[in-house]
Structures are given as structure tokens and as C-alpha cells.
């Protein structure tokens, strides 16, 4: 059974903007820690992106401040991931992660690629 829907990548030109969606179960959206984005492209490690808390305190990575902006909607039990000004190596496969107090859950994946 899918747990985690993730959804909003695509082909966008340099400069260009994305929202990523991450929407999560009643269950699991109502008692999260922390959810987290991260990336990954091929032949590279994976990495954090941004991180957002159940309090609602921010985290990015150097790479993306400025661009890239973490935020939620607990009506709809979803954390977004709004990416403007987009470059070349912000092309990667990017995940969403939801902690919980004693397990976590991923998403499946979305392809983002930047590309003129």
C-alpha cells in the first residue's frame, strides 16, 4: 500500500520554476517529527535538500538557499517543495521523507531535470 504520493517534477528550462508535492496519510502527517527532501543524481550520493519540522522550524542546504523553499498544508496533509531559479545541477531524482518518533517513510521519487 503507497503511504507517500510524490508529484510535480518535469522538464523545465534554466531559470525556470517547479512545486514538488509530498502528501502523506492522516495517520502519518498527524504525528511526523521531521520531513525532509532530498536528492540524488546518478553516480552521486544522495543529499538533503531541505527539512521542515512538526513545529514548523526550516533547514536547507547552502547549494539551494535563496531558490528553494520548504513549506506545508495540514488540510490537505502535504509538504511542498517550491524551486525557482532553477540550474543544470538541480537536475536529480528527489525524495520525501517522513519521520515519525520510533520509523520513517519514503517517497517513491520524482525526476526533476533542468535542461535548455
Known amino acids: 500500500q503507497v503511504q507517500l504520493d510524490e508529484s510535480g517534477g518535469g522538464l523545465v528550462q534554466p531559470g525556470g520554476s517547479l512545486r514538488l508535492s509530498c502528501a502523506a496519510t492522516?495517520?502519518?502527517?498527524?504525528?511526523?517529527?521531521?520531513v525532509t527532501w532530498y536528492r540524488q543524481s546518478p553516480g552521486k550520493q544522495r543529499v538533503m535538500v531541505a527539512a521542515i519540522t512538526s513545529g514548523g522550524s526550516t533547514n536547507y542546504a547552502d547549494s539551494v538557499k535563496g531558490r528553494f523553499t520548504i513549506s506545508r498544508d495540514s488540510a490537505k496533509n502535504t509538504v511542498y517543495l517550491q524551486m525557482n531559479s532553477l540550474k543544470p545541477e538541480d537536475t536529480a531524482v528527489y525524495y520525501c521523507?517522513?519521520?515519525?518518533?520510533?520509523?520513517?517513510?519514503w517517497g517513491r521519487g520524482t525526476q526533476v531535470t533542468v535542461s535548455s
Open positions: 521523507n517522513f519521520l515519525l518518533p520510533i520509523q520513517s517513510f
Open positions: 492522516g495517520s502519518i502527517f498527524s504525528i511526523y517529527t521531521t
